[in-house]
């Protein structure tokens, strides 16, 4: 086996990753900060890609990008909106904007489920021109999603310690306390659910502009996918403060997609995925409750445990 | 200060489960008064207080606070100028952020996007020493890593680091061993002096209704039967509070935890 065939998978799962950590910073905010488990994930990927790839597609590859995140703000603000103002169950919300942003996607699209962009001029392009003759010309997808990456980092490390990061990590954190606070957690949770909107569907856009590729379901089980990375994340540096915390769930991410790339070594089909990443969701959830119920289950099942009357 | 005026609250209306928790109450408590809430169990202690607060909305009359109507006034408006402690000493503060990010959010110091600086830190670190905790060295630390007291005493000193035009006190040392419970206690009182706060605690023991402030109040089936102040309650022992109780109300006190406190 060539040094390229190990290599070549190997960047790819860094790119995917680091492109897809985007989303894991994103539920970083709204499932481990503000305590929201935002089903709307998925749509606001796809959302994120669709718009991104159709403002590409006219010809504006920089302004995809920030067209991207405005969409992304918009379905944050409806999920947040439903479940504040509205008296809409938060994961219900979710579920119902998820729904809801199918048909949006499509008519962003143009109607199709499928666009094409591999003549389309994209941010990836851009640095791909500007790196040529360069030594990094080869990684210019895993540089740009790096310096997304980067600037997410950053700035979360830096809100998250103001006094309205500081606010919103309160509304998470206890709600009781909040209540009886100057705080308002409505305009907590919908600040926070527009920024991650925002994030996220910047994730969906570079996903696509990566892939030259637009499919309307680029994003199912987005959610799923990136709640296994920031599990992972959290298992290997979840005792740190924000920043530490942070670093984490994106190495998880990456981690994640090394693991999978492992498994595609061993032919396991890629349609797998997607059930690969619901299990290790289910154990990195499952596995620390089992490991606090060890004693009592050992002790009644176990030997010895029993005795006979 | 604070004037209620004929407030009426029933939950459940039309149901069996209909109870008036407070009925055409009304009560002015003067700049600077430290009051003192006694009454058994479903008294209208604690409504009286979720009225204050904001809660729920009153089925009629209305709550001044400085002057000011403060009844369509939301809950989180209100806890600008309302302080609270509760008996649950996990309800005051974040437990996964720091000692200091605690006391910063607490602080109302800086807008939006403004950090603790120096400054914040040192003035933190002096406030904290006065708990005599050692929490002055903690900083740092989660919150869901102290116990219980300090816990409380943190949130005593979250809510009145920008001393509130009103601090209610709910019970906020029951949970506490007595050790705790009288240095939290001593801690409130030197704070409520200090920053000379208008204050209302609900207590279940009444050797401390009657130590500690300047008032007390005896609630019963959501009304006022008693309402001491001045020399009168300076002469009063505990046997004479259950007698005026028996007097006001035609029943005797039955509520073990008051008889026992």
Do not use: W
Not at chain 1, 90 to 111: D, P, Q
Not at chain 2, 153 to 173: G, S, W
Request: aromatic fraction near 6%; proline fraction near 3%; glycine fraction near 10%.
């Amino acid at each position: 086996m060539t040094a390229s065939a190990i290599l070549g998978p190997v960047q790819t799962a860094f790119e995917l990753g680091l492109i897809c950590a985007l989303t894991v910073l994103a539920l970083y905010l709204s499932y481990s900060m503000l305590n929201v488990c935002d089903l709307s994930t998925d749509g606001c990927f796809t959302m994120g890609a669709a718009v991104g790839a159709a403002v590409a597609l006219a010809g504006h590859p920089y302004l995809s990008i920030p067209a991207a995140m405005a969409a992304g703000v918009c379905s944050g603000l409806i999920t947040a909106v439903l479940q504040t103002k509205l008296g809409v169950n938060s994961l219900l919300a979710g579920i119902i904007v998820n729904t809801g942003l199918y048909s949006v996607n499509i008519a962003i699209m143009g109607g199709s489920s499928l666009l094409n962009l591999n003549k389309t001029e994209t941010v990836f392009t851009k640095v791909k021109a500007l790196l040529e003759n360069t030594p990094l010309a080869g990684q210019y997808k895993l540089l740009v999603a790096l310096v997304f990456v980067a600037i997410v980092v950053l700035f979360l490390s830096f809100f998250l310690r103001t006094r309205l990061g500081l606010s919103i990590r309160c509304t998470g954190d206890n709600p009781d306390m909040v209540r009886s606070s100057s705080i308002n957690p409505a305009r907590m949770t919908i600040i926070g659910l527009c920024i991650s909107g925002a994030i996220t569907a910047l994730s969906g856009c570079l996903l696509a502009q990566a892939q030259k590729s637009m499919d309307i379901n680029i994003g199912t089980g987005m959610v799923t996918i990136a709640l296994a990375s920031l599990l992972i994340g959290g298992t290997i540096l979840g005792k740190g403060g924000v920043t530490v915390r942070a670093i984490g769930v994106v190495l998880g991410s990456i981690i994640f997609r090394l693991v999978y790339t492992i498994a595609l070594r061993f032919n396991m089909p890629a349609f797998m995925l997607k059930a690969v990443s619901s299990v290790i969701v289910v154990l990195a959830i499952s596995l620390p409750y089992l490991k606090s119920q060890k004693d009592t289950l050992l002790r009644r099942f176990g030997k010895g445990g029993r005795t006979k009357c | 200060m604070l004037r209620i005026e004929h407030i009426s609250k029933t939950f459940n209306p039309g149901t069996v489960n209909e109870k008036a928790a407070l009925r055409d109450f009304s009560l002015h408590v003067k700049p600077g008064d430290f009051v003192t809430i006694i009454g058994s169990n479903g008294a209208g202690k604690s409504t009286l207080f979720n009225a204050v607060c904001g809660s729920f909305l009153t089925d009629q009359g209305r709550i001044l606070l400085g002057g000011k109507d403060i009844t369509f006034m939301p809950e989180h408006r209100r806890s600008k100028q309302i302080g609270r402690l509760f008996q649950d000493p996990m309800r005051g503060t974040a437990p996964n952020m720091t000692i200091e990010e605690n006391l910063y959010l607490a602080s109302g110091q800086g807008g939006s996007f403004s950090r603790i600086r120096k400054k914040e830190r040192e003035m933190f670190r002096d406030r904290l020493a006065l708990l005599d905790m050692g929490l002055e060295n903690r900083m740092n630390s989660k919150v869901g890593l102290l116990s219980g007291g300090q816990r409380q005493a943190l949130t005593l000193l979250m809510a009145t680091m920008v001393p509130p035009q009103l601090l209610l006190l709910d019970e906020h040392t029951a949970a506490l061993d007595p050790g705790t419970a009288d240095k939290v206690l001593r801690l409130t009182k030197e704070i409520v002096e200090q920053s000379q706060i208008t204050c209302m605690m609900v207590t279940h023991n009444m050797q401390q209704a009657l130590d500690l402030g300047n008032r007390t109040l005896m609630m019963a089936d959501g009304g006022i039967v008693l309402d001491i102040e001045g020399e009168e309650r300076a002469g009063l022992c505990v046997d004479d509070l259950l007698t005026r109780f028996r007097v006001g109300t035609g029943k005797a006190l039955d509520n073990d935890r008051i008889l026992l406190g």
